[in-house]
């Protein structure tokens, strides 16, 4: 493991994952040019606010996402800030953007950037399901998207993803679920303009129940990628509300139907924590992807021994199959036997080496810290 630090608030979080490997300090330290010693702190509103995504822009400036507080309500937000950490007070106001997508609380979770520089923010609206906003370049509204600059589709669900389609359409992935129904894989289609596309899967929407469940039980994304083909892959947990969750992975056509050359039947569940540690620990989600130029998928993983969390990576080739040359049957495993880390995001470095980003617990259970992890190209964790 390298890199830790203190996590003072959300949005240094994700501003010491993001820039942690990527400026002028040594691999795997803060970066001292980059806000203060590494870290940029933004006064969201509420305890319940905060930034939850961040997009590196071509010219190197940085858009963060997800809640903040007017006092009356959450918003969606959006803020701005440049190579060095500084907000850019040109976008926005004074840098931030935001915007109301209904009476209810709601937080942007997922963002895209598209070809001109527009910015989709996606979340979830309570009691209402998948909800976007889309801005332009320096941080208005762009009222073109759905003639006013928000959608929200009732689905009864949970937006936990946004993948951009080669037109700069939009595809919303999480889950949905009906009071009569388990919790299902769920995509959504919408085109440039922000209408539904009713050519993917049933009217521009697609169900996937990858397990029968009960109760709480159900099929849950919690991440999502486009292959160079592109074909989509959905990832996430798959809990039967009676046995422990377990990892499990789709991959669709671009039209939205599974597709069957992926291992068989166009998805796979797997005890990953099982097949890194060949013990009885559990894998209870894929939490990010990476598709290399060869069709393999990398996977960061949360893994479960107990009551303590570990990171996991795992490795499938392009046709669905887990990757047994990798790691330890095609899986990996960082214990840590002095507190649980929950692995967040996947990044592959251009030697190769596999970088995870964690939210890590002591053991004292109070604080949380920033953790990132490297892994060789093999699977092995670097030393």
């Known amino acids: 493991m390298f890199c830790r630090k203190q996590l003072f608030a959300a949005v ?8 942690c490997a990527a400026g002028t300090a040594a691999p795997g330290q803060l970066d001292p040019t980059f806000g203060s010693d590494g870290k ?14 961040t997009v590196r ?15 009356a309500e959450t918003q969606f937000c959006a803020a701005k800030f440049s190579t060095n950490g500084e907000i850019d007070f040109s976008f926005g106001s004074g840098g931030i953007a935001t915007v109301s997508l209904s009476s209810q ?53 949970q937006l936990t993803h946004l993948l951009l389609e080669p037109m700069d359409g939009v595809i919303a992935v999480g889950q949905c679920r009906t009071a009569a129904t388990t919790t299902k894989f769920c995509m959504v289609k919408y085109q440039s303009n922000g209408a539904i596309d009713v050519s993917f899967g049933t009217n521009g929407v697609v169900q996937t129940e990858l397990v029968a469940a009960v109760g709480s039980g159900g099929t849950f994304a919690e991440a999502a990628a486009v292959q160079p083909d592109g074909k989509l892959i959905v990832g ?14 789709a991959r ?12 068989g039947s166009g998805s796979l569940i797997v005890n990953l924590g099982g097949v890194a540690s060949m013990q009885a620990i559990s894998s209870s989600g894929v939490r990010d992807l990476a598709v290399q130029t060869d069709g393999s998928i990398l996977m960061a993983v949360a893994c479960q021994d107990g009551a303590q969390a570990d990171v996991c990576v795992g490795k499938l080739h392009g046709n669905g199959r887990l990757d047994t040359s990798f790691g330890t049957r095609g899986a990996s495993i960082f214990f840590d036997a002095s507190g649980s880390e929950h692995a967040n995001g996947i990044y592959v470095e251009s030697s190769g080496r596999i970088v995870l980003s964690s939210q890590c617990v002591g053991a004292s259970r109070i604080f949380f810290d920033v953790c990132l992890f490297r892994f060789n190209a093999t699977g ?4």
């Open 252 to 263: 669709y056509d671009a039209n939205g139907s599974l597709d069957p050359t992926f291992n």
């Open 380 to 383: 092995s964790i670097e030393s």
């Open 57 to 71: 822009l071509p010219n190197g400036s940085i858009i963060a996402v997800g809640a903040c507080s007017n006092g």
């Open 105 to 157: 609380s709601h937080a942007a979770a997922a963002l895209v950037v598209d070809s001109i520089g527009r910015i989709t923010l996606g979340g979830s609206c309570v009691n209402s399901g998948f909800c976007m906003a889309r801005f332009l370049a320096d941080g208005s509204l762009d009222t073109s998207f759905n003639s006013g600059g928000t959608v929200v589709t009732n689905i009864g669900g």
């Open 12 to 19: 240094c979080a994700l501003f010491s994952i993001l820039l």
């Open 236 to 249: 996430g947990y798959c809990y039967s509300g009676l046995s422990p969750p377990t990892t499990c992975v």
């Open 40 to 53: 940029v702190r933004v006064e969201t509103g509420t305890s319940n606010t905060g930034f939850y995504k």
